[in-house]
């Protein structure tokens, strides 16, 4: 009855083009991101290539220096101090970034104008549209920032024992940009974005909710992430001034002669006759330490990620039933 | 039981609730019953926030009934997505895209049924240009292009929401030639909600009325026409037992709109209303009762 002068296609129905539209409407962000990963991928390749040599050279010359004058690159040291701490943070603000753009545009601004719905009335199932919404900018997502997570990692470990300076493992912006957690934390700012983005309907509201769910998210994350992997305990002599074993330490105290554990009273080695008299009334043996060393690094990294990606796809379920539930789908 | 196959939308006991159940519930639409046989130009009429653009996003999927249920073009709304057209109140658009990217974009989201030649003539007879973009367009000429994409996706069934609100009469009485010779030539079934009923007038040959939530009239027009009558005599004439939707005296004089039951006292120069009188007399009344004229006679006939 209908639609006599229309091209009907009567062969097995073609899929929507979604992805194509997805792209063209999002094209100004596409561009950014790639703009993003290649300036930061480029920064962490000049960081971890010239600059750390340079840096390295520098320490050299100082290290060769006697008690009298020294002539060393301090301007080498330095801007590579700068430019490694800058881009740390950069990787570490990306999931907040995605977070933002997944509330604020990617979702919010659509309800807010109400072009979800115009998808929705085209051949496109709300379902559909929102799976095609938050997959492939994950695989982008995870790609780019597992890129620049790699680099870092890779920029870091180029300065280590050549540079006197470089930053612990265990240093806590070091330790997230070194491994897969800005990943994760990134798709769980994408999934975390467009739920609120969907319950919020409006732009700059989703933007802010997105914001705050990363900057929540990464909190709990830093609170949990030593709790994921069991610690190592080192037992060290009271003839040292403190507990050994660096890396990440959840709790340190003395140990008493029956085992017991009691918080330790700073003094030092037993070397002082002081501290001796003062570890002999506490019936101190040894000092005692639990922590994490630098062979935890990445059971701590896959835990913290897996947590954040079961989280991600909780957040991705409630999103696709909000929708379901809102729509008929 | 009725023959659903002819019908292009159907609703039982629908009701739709917005905010939280226990804090603030407010029904938009409550114990909606109603049957459009296809092929109709129907007229949805009743106050702003009566329930019309609720009823018709219902219909177009893009929410679920709270309770009740709703039935397009013979099955549920999301299995009629593809074969239903909607243009909202807001028509939104994307802003970015250009007219003739929008429209590529309608043909690649509603493969196998699209018919571009519709979508290009439809943005071709407002004079606008494909190359410009969606925001620098004006509200009238927003709306031809939503109309546009509406139109070329073919739908068996148009939801519109006050499609006309924005355009100008000349644009309006273009654009309503436009979705009538759709709906002659494809047999299109058309259900566009307005709240200025002489805009519907001589278009419309199907009428559903709701006011406050809920189906107050729904049937033919000329069906309704003609069960009711406008009334004129002396004062304290009894109008029992015909169903008063409004009587107003002035002095000894009595005038009426009222629903037929049975012949009527010709002292009273009974007279067919005009739609415009009859959706008037009840929208000022929301107090009468509910009632609703079965469409299926025609639909049978």
């Not at chain 1, 990617?106 to 559909?128: F, I």
């Not at chain 2, 009934?65 to 939104?92: C, H, M, N, Y």
Request: with cysteine.
């Amino acid at each position: 009855m209908t639609a006599l002068s229309v091209s009907v296609n009567t062969g097995h129905p073609t899929s929507p083009r979604l992805l194509r539209w997805l792209v063209r409407l999002h094209r100004p962000a596409l561009w950014s991101w790639l703009g993003i990963v290649v300036v930061l991928s480029g920064a962490l390749l000049w960081l971890g290539g010239p600059l750390t040599d340079a840096s390295a050279a520098a320490w050299r010359q100082f290290n060769a220096c006697g008690m009298g004058t020294c002539h060393y690159d301090q301007d080498s040291i330095t801007r590579y101090k700068d430019a490694y701490n800058y881009l740390t943070y950069a990787v570490l603000v990306v999931p907040f970034a995605v977070a933002a753009w997944a509330g604020g545009s990617l979702v919010g601004r659509e309800m807010e104008s109400g072009t979800a719905q115009l998808a929705w009335t085209q051949g496109v199932s709300p379902t559909r549209w929102l799976a095609t919404k938050l997959a492939a900018p994950a695989v982008l997502v995870a790609a780019g920032t597992g890129l620049l997570a790699l680099l870092h990692h890779w920029a870091w470990s180029a300065g280590e024992g050549r540079i006197d300076t470089t930053k612990p493992w265990s240093s806590f912006e070091t330790f997230y940009a070194n491994g897969p957690v800005p990943v994760a934390l990134a798709l769980t700012g994408l999934a975390g974005g467009a739920l609120i983005g969907l319950i919020a309907r409006r732009s700059l509201a989703a933007l802010v909710g997105g914001l705050c769910f990363t900057a929540f998210a990464w909190s709990a994350t830093q609170l949990a992430m030593p709790h994921l992997w069991p610690t190592a305990t080192s037992v060290t002599s009271l003839r040292h001034n403190g507990p050994s074993g660096a890396g990440i330490t959840l709790s340190s105290g003395l140990l008493t002669s029956g085992g017991d554990r009691i918080a330790d009273p700073y003094c030092g080695s037993d070397l002082s006759l002081q501290c001796k008299d003062l570890y002999t009334s506490l019936d101190a043996v040894s000092f005692y330490k639990d922590y994490h060393p630098e062979s935890h690094f990445w059971p701590l990294q896959l835990m913290a990620s897996g947590v954040l990606l079961v989280l991600a796809a909780l957040l991705t379920l409630a999103v696709f039933r909000l929708l379901k539930h809102r729509t008929a789908s | 039981m009725t023959d659903t196959a002819g019908l292009a939308m159907e609703a039982a006991d629908l009701g739709r609730r917005f905010g939280r159940a226990r804090l603030s519930p407010a029904w938009a639409l409550r114990g909606c019953a109603f049957q459009l046989p296809a092929g109709r130009v129907c007229a949805v009429v009743g106050h702003n926030g009566a329930g019309k653009s609720t009823l018709l996003a219902l219909a177009a999927g893009l929410l679920v009934p709270t309770e009740g249920t709703i039935r397009v073009l013979g099955t549920d709304p999301a299995s009629a997505r593809a074969r239903v057209g909607f243009v909202s109140q807001e028509k939104p658009l994307y802003p970015q895209l250009t007219i003739a990217e929008t429209l590529r974009m309608g043909a690649d989201l509603n493969p196998d049924h699209w018919d571009a030649a519709t979508g290009e003539r439809i943005v071709a007879d407002g004079d606008l240009d494909p190359k410009s973009r969606i925001r620098a367009l004006s509200g009238g000429q927003r709306t031809r292009v939503a109309l546009a994409l509406a139109l070329a996706k073919r739908p068996d069934l148009l939801l519109l929401d006050e499609p006309m609100a924005d355009l100008d009469p000349l644009a309006r009485h273009e654009l309503m030639g436009v979705l009538m010779s759709q709906a002659a030539q494809h047999g299109t079934t058309i259900v566009m909600s307005s709240h200025v009923v002489a805009e519907l007038e001589g278009s419309c040959d199907h009428l559903l009325l709701i006011g406050a939530g809920r189906v107050r009239l729904s049937g033919e027009i000329d069906d309704v026409l003609t069960a009711h009558a406008r009334l004129s005599g002396p004062a304290g004439t009894p109008l029992a037992p015909h169903t008063v939707i409004e009587s107003r005296t002035t002095g000894r004089q009595l005038t009426a709109l009222v629903r037929k039951s049975g012949p009527l006292p010709t002292d009273l120069h009974p007279a067919t209303p005009s739609l415009e009188e009859l959706v008037l007399g009840y929208l000022r009344n929301p107090g009468t009762s509910v009632t609703t004229t079965s469409p299926s006679e025609k639909a049978a006939a």
